[in-house]
């Protein structure tokens, strides 16, 4: 592998991991592992790593991008003797890993505002709901490789669109409007081959977000995650400036900080591991470090 690798890279210049595997085949583990370990070559990571929770890592938390991901999807990598090339190569796809974040959030705006629209307002609902939007996109991280969606098997191009409504009243008619406009939406846009995105949304009230500021489950714990990482896309400013708060005076917050903490520590034993572990026990295992769970289809 290292010598092929080599050869195929001083020939065609910087590729990414995707590339680098598309081109010679075999276990994409063993590719970024000699990527990893050749004086000959040199790698640049494009974008950054943030918080996951993920209920099959101790303590809950990982970093995201994958090993896994990061390497074939936001790693580019080339011969040492030609750094030019490589941060060349490593601009362009910085800046279309950029370009694609850019269009998915301008998608999730017009779909939220047409949805908002169509399902029309009354009297003080303005002040009553706010959508925000959470995910890899915020994070200016999204990628448009084309995976299976989870339920239905159907292929969608790269990064979801997460979608949160938070309501300050539960009991009103508004969130059923909003929650059925939205599901409506979700279905369309998956099938339909013009889109082929996948939508996944929670139309929960004030109240509810109150009560998974707990913080004492995982299903609580994704749930802050996700709305201390969300943009606000349309609705209340105040409303979504309190559900903020709320995560920062019940301690959340700083409770996420440190659990991404721990995770950039994990990352870092894992890839230590990853490195220098005998090659055949991590073939056994699965290489369980290396990417996580639900990539193992869109790996395959």
């Given amino acids: 592998m290292p010598a092929r690798l080599i050869e195929l890279l001083e020939r065609s210049g910087p590729l990414t991991g995707a590339e680098i595997h598309a081109s010679l085949g075999g276990e994409a583990f063993d590719a970024w592992k000699a990527c990893r370990l050749s004086p000959r070559l ?17 303590g809950y938390a990982r970093l995201s991008p994958s090993i896994l991901r990061e390497f074939m999807t936001y ?18 796809a910085r800046a279309h890993v950029r370009e694609v974040s850019r269009r998915k959030l301008e998608l999730a705006t017009r779909l939220i ?3 908002v629209a169509r399902v029309g307002t009354e009297p003080g609902d303005e002040e009553a709901f706010c959508v925000a939007l959470a995910g890899d996109i915020v994070y200016e991280m999204a990628h448009d490789v084309n995976r299976p969606e989870r339920s239905t098997g159907l292929m969608v191009q790269g990064s979801d669109l997460d979608i949160v409504v938070l309501v300050s009243d539960a009991s009103s008619a508004l969130p059923a409007r909003l929650d059925r406009a939205i599901y409506a939406e979700k279905h369309r846009y998956l099938k339909h081959p013009a889109f082929r995105e996948e939508i ?7 109240d509810r977000l109150r009560e998974q500021a707990r913080f004492d489950t995982v299903q609580r ?53 990853l ?16 990417r996580s769970g639900d990539e193992a289809e869109e790996f395959a």
Avoid: W
């Fill in 42 to 58: 040199a790698l640049r990571r494009v974008g950054r790593r943030y918080l996951r929770i993920d209920r099959r890592v101790d």
């Fill in 75 to 92: 790693t580019v990598v080339g011969v040492s003797s030609d750094p030019a090339a490589l941060e060349e190569r490593a601009r362009a």
């Fill in 113 to 115: 505002t047409d949805i």
């Fill in 200 to 206: 996944d949304y929670v139309v929960k009230g004030f």
């Fill in 221 to 273: 714990m994704v749930a802050c995650k996700v709305f201390d990482e969300a943009v606000l896309l349309c609705g209340s400013e105040a409303l979504f400036a309190a559900g903020k708060a709320l995560l920062r005076d019940c301690g959340v917050v700083d409770r996420l900080r440190a659990m991404e903490q721990s995770a950039i520590a994990a990352r870092q034993r894992d890839e230590d591991h």
């Fill in 275 to 290: 490195l220098t572990a005998d090659a055949e026990s991590l073939r056994r295992d699965g290489y369980p470090a290396f």
